[in-house]
Nanobody, 117 residues
Framework: QVQLVESGGGLVQPGGSLRLSCAASGILFDIYAMGWYRQAPGKQQHELVATITTYGTTNYADSVKGRFTISRDNAKNTVYLQMNTLKPEDTAVYYC??????????WGRGTQVTVSS
């Protein structure tokens, strides 16, 4: 059974930092590209935040470049999202994604991040 379990969300003031973690089980983690997506309040679509390939190549949404860093630890089957200089518009539910190819695409249940003073 595939499980992606996010943690590390919470309430933080503008300008603050959070580190999200996503622990994967039930998959051969090394061969999966991993990503973080978010769904803001009132929006129906998931927005890509950051992705990291099996080789460590990263990609970021323009809105988070220079503030967020995605990384992975294959020994721990875990992907991280370090979020710095958080803004109120970063408020969303953050979801972890594991993708290998069609029919091998998995999602976590999400973790809430709220940026507010």
């Amino acid at each position: 059974q595939v499980q992606l379990v996010e943690s590390g969300g919470g309430l933080v003031q503008p300008g603050g930092s959070l580190r999200l973690s996503c622990a994967a089980s039930g998959i051969l983690f090394d061969i999966y590209a991993m990503g973080w997506y978010r769904q803001a309040p009132g929006k129906q679509q998931h927005e890509l935040v950051a992705t990291i390939t099996t080789y460590g190549t990263t990609n970021y949404a323009d809105s988070v470049k220079g503030r967020f860093t995605i990384s992975r630890d294959n020994a721990k089957n875990t992907v991280y999202l370090q979020m710095n200089t958080l803004k109120p518009e970063d408020t969303a539910v953050y979801y972890c994604n594991a993708h290998y190819k069609a029919n091998f695409d998995f999602w976590g249940r999400g973790t809430q991040v709220t940026v507010s003073s």
